[in-house]
C-alpha cells in the first residue's frame, strides 16, 4: 500500500472557500456514509475530503483531498479517542460545514462519534438519517425514522439506510497526518486516551 502526500489535491481543498464536507471513516468504505457524504456534495456543490482512521484504506472517488489520520499512537482508539483525532483534524487541518461519520472506531459507533465531534467543533448532531434534501428555501432537509425534519448550517450526522447515490471506493493518493499534525498528546489518543475496563481475576 503505497500512502504518499499530494500537495496539489489537498491544498486545493484546505483553501477552498465554498461548502466542506468530511467524510470519516475506518480502512473499509462504510457504503452509506459514502452516499449520503457524495449526496452532500452534490446537493451543495461542496468540496468532500475523506479522512480515514489508519495508515491505509480506501477513499472515494468523488473525494478532492483524502487524509490518513496514521500514527502508532492512534491505534486501539475507542470512541472517545476517536472524537479527539477527528475533531483535533477539523480544528487544526480541515475546517469544514458538514462532518458525516462512517464506523471509525472499536466500538463501531458512528452516532457516539457524530456526538462527539458535534460537541467538540460546536456542531448540531443529527443521528441516523436515511435522506438529505434541500428544501425550497435552501436549507438542508433530513429524513430520520420516517419523520423530516432539517438541520443547521453545520452538523455531524450519522446515518442509515437509505437511497443514497453509489459510491465508488478507490484507492488514493493522499496527506498522511499524525498526532503531532493534528496537535494531541499521547495521553489522549490510543489505548492510553480510551476507556479500558481492566478485570482483576479472583480467586
Known amino acids: ?44 456543490g461542496g468540496k468532500l475530503a475523506v479522512a480515514v482512521l489508519g495508515h491505509s484504506g480506501e477513499s472515494l472517488k468523488e473525494a478532492d483531498a483524502t487524509y490518513y489520520l496514521d500514527d502508532p499512537d492512534f491505534a486501539d482508539s475507542d470512541c472517545r479517542a476517536s472524537g479527539r483525532i477527528c475533531v483535533a483534524l477539523i480544528k487544526k487541518v480541515f475546517p469544514c460545514d458538514y462532518v458525516v461519520c462512517g464506523t471509525s472506531s472499536r466500538e463501531g459507533s458512528s452516532s457516539s462519534l457524530a456526538a462527539r465531534i458535534a460537541r467538540g467543533c460546536d456542531m448540531e448532531p443529527s443521528f441516523s438519517v436515511s435522506g438529505i434534501d434541500r428544501s425550497d428555501d435552501g436549507s438542508l432537509r433530513t429524513m430520520r425514522n420516517g419523520t423530516a425534519g432539517s438541520v443547521s448550517w453545520k452538523t455531524a450526522f450519522s446515518v442509515s439506510e437509505g437511497a443514497w447515490p453509489k459510491a465508488t471506493p478507490e484507492m488514493r493518493e493522499g ?11 499521547v495521553f489522549s489518543v490510543g489505548i492510553k486516551g480510551s476507556r479500558v475496563l481492566i478485570a482483576k481475576e479472583v480467586g
Not at 503505497?2 to 475506518?26: F, Q
Request: overall charge positive; hydrophobic content about 40%; cysteine-free.
Open 175 to 185: 496527506r498522511r497526518l499524525n498526532r503531532i499534525d493534528v496537535g494531541l498528546g
Open 1 to 44: 500500500m503505497i500512502i504518499i502526500k499530494d500537495e496539489t489535491d489537498t491544498k486545493e481543498a484546505e483553501s477552498y472557500e465554498g461548502v466542506r464536507i468530511l467524510l470519516l471513516t475506518g480502512s473499509s468504505i462504510d457504503r452509506r456514509a459514502a452516499g449520503a457524504a457524495i449526496k452532500l456534495k452534490n446537493i451543495t
